[in-house]
């Protein structure tokens, strides 16, 4: 049996509750620029709530600098998204011309093989004109 179950991707107010839940933080000046970079972003919520568990115990202020982290995976998950949907859309040029290419072949071949066509059928009359049969070779 197969079951489907939707996962999306973290919002700003999953983001709130994680950061609640990991760092004890209901707002921070941070928070601004996580809304937009969410918003702009496709992260799980896993992802986020890696990026909001703390590193090491040595920093004065954990939570600034787990949402720093944040910041950073955001900003390199939205890089990476613009270099692979560029790469996408350039592939997807490169094999439309591929195909017109192929196209425009087959209807250089097939015009090349009706010309081919007219000539034997032209040669085939010549033949019947002349009452000179010829054959394969081209020994009479």
């Known amino acids: 049996m197969d079951k489907h179950i939707e996962l999306s991707y973290c919002c700003f107010e999953a983001f709130k509750v994680l950061a609640k839940n990991y760092l004890d933080l209901d707002s921070h000046h941070l928070f601004a620029s996580i809304r937009r970079l969410l918003e702009e972003t496709n992260m799980t919520p896993a992802d986020v709530a890696e990026n909001l568990m703390p590193k090491s115990i040595s920093t004065d202020d954990p939570g600034t600098a787990c949402l720093e982290n ?28 591929r195909l017109k290419g192929e196209k425009e072949g087959k209807e250089k071949e097939a015009t090349a093989g009706e010309v081919k066509e007219k000539e034997m059928s032209g040669e085939k009359r010549k033949e019947r004109e002349s009452g000179v049969a010829v054959k394969e070779n081209g020994v009479v």
Do not use: D
């Open 70 to 97: 944040l910041i950073q995976a955001l900003e390199t998950a939205k890089e990476e998204a613009r270099v692979k949907a560029e790469k996408e859309a350039k592939e997807k040029e490169e094999e439309e011309e």
